[in-house]
């Protein structure tokens, strides 16, 4: 009757069902509170309640007391069988290591703020995951991309042009490039203020064609009526900011227009900038600093290179340090 579909139409209403009683849960209520004020992002949220939902579930309705969740009541043992139920549920090595994660930092603050003696899920492994990182383009690659040709008249193409050098050129995250206002642009400076992870703000350098091609958008938009600070620079034709699928397509059909025969992410730009700076000799926290890393061994695992150069560039800081 159901059909194979069924089951899991029923399961995804258990879920919703289950994060709308956990919204109410006053300890998670307090948690979302403190991923407020740490300037955790929007989605991170619902990525840690839907996860603590999860675990709701996997543990039963004998863990619901008058009050709330009994999270006190979720010992190690427990805490195993859950993660053993995730592997049998057919979940995927990288979504387990992300579900114990946010679960670990729950348990964290509730043993920090005295409602449970230890985190179990503190000695709990998670699945080995391998890293991927996306492909990277040569340089005569990237420039092709970046140096598409446009129409003078063409606000879209002067966008995309933009939208492509600022890219290449900053390594910016794609939700900081998607973000962008033209409040947070100084043509005088030739710099950006980027809002990056964890409210952790910074200045990007905006130089050469990069700034050339902004300054000739912002232009081509004045001519089109004003254009206020708090107006996103890359924006589609009703004037709303590109989401991270719409520039998603744009690098993919900007790709295909040069003929690159392989698929494309705006991820790999980013990539291919950090890559592309330590092959020119850039510093690696010169890198680290533009990239918006809070830590150097993130940059490091981030960089394609050749092992000796990057041994090198490390050596080189440790001499220093």
């Given at each position: 009757?159901?059909?194979?579909g ?36 929007p989605?991170?949220?619902?990525a ?64 920090k ?12 492994s ?110 589609g034709?009703e ?63 981030y960089?394609?290179?050749g ?15």
């Open positions: 009757m159901g059909g194979s069924s089951g899991n139409r029923r399961s995804g209403r258990e879920r919703e069902g289950m994060e709308e009683r956990l919204s109410r849960d006053p300890l998670f209520v307090s948690y979302r509170r403190e991923m407020v004020q740490a300037g955790r992002s989605r991170t949220q619902a840690v309640e839907k996860d603590l939902a999860l675990l709701a579930g996997l543990l039963g309705e004998t863990f619901w007391g008058q009050e709330g969740f009994l999270w006190e009541r979720v010992d190690r043992p427990r805490a195993l069988r859950s993660v053993k139920r995730l592997h049998e549920r057919g979940y995927a090595p990288s979504s387990i290591a992300r579900i114990l994660s946010n679960l670990r930092g729950f348990f964290s603050y509730l043993q703020t005295g409602h449970v003696e230890e985190d179990p899920f503190r000695r709990v998670g699945p080995r995951v391998s890293r991927v990182l996306p492909a990277v383009l040569s340089e005569e690659e990237a420039a092709s991309l970046v140096a598409v040709p446009v129409g003078e008249e063409d606000v879209s193409s002067l966008r995309d042009r933009a939208l492509l050098e600022l890219f290449y050129e900053s390594g910016l995250r794609l939700s900081e490039l998607c973000g962008l206002v033209w409040g947070d642009f100084e043509e005088g400076s030739g710099s950006l203020l980027v809002h990056g992870k964890g409210g952790r703000d910074r200045r990007v350098p905006v130089v050469g064609e990069a700034r050339a091609a902004i300054v000739r958008l912002r232009r081509a938009k004045e001519g089109e009526g004003s254009l206020p600070p708090s107006s996103p620079i890359f924006s034709k004037g709303r900011a590109l989401s991270v699928w719409q520039v998603g397509r744009i690098v993919k059909k900007r790709s295909r227009e040069i003929g690159l025969d392989r698929k494309v992410t705006p991820h790999a730009l980013r990539h291919s900038c950090a890559t592309h700076l330590l092959n020119r000799e850039a510093d690696l926290r010169e890198i680290q600093a533009l990239l918006g890393h809070a830590s150097l061994g993130t940059t490091q695992r960089l394609h290179t092992l000796d150069l990057l041994a090198k560039k490390l050596s080189r800081i440790r001499e220093e340090s």
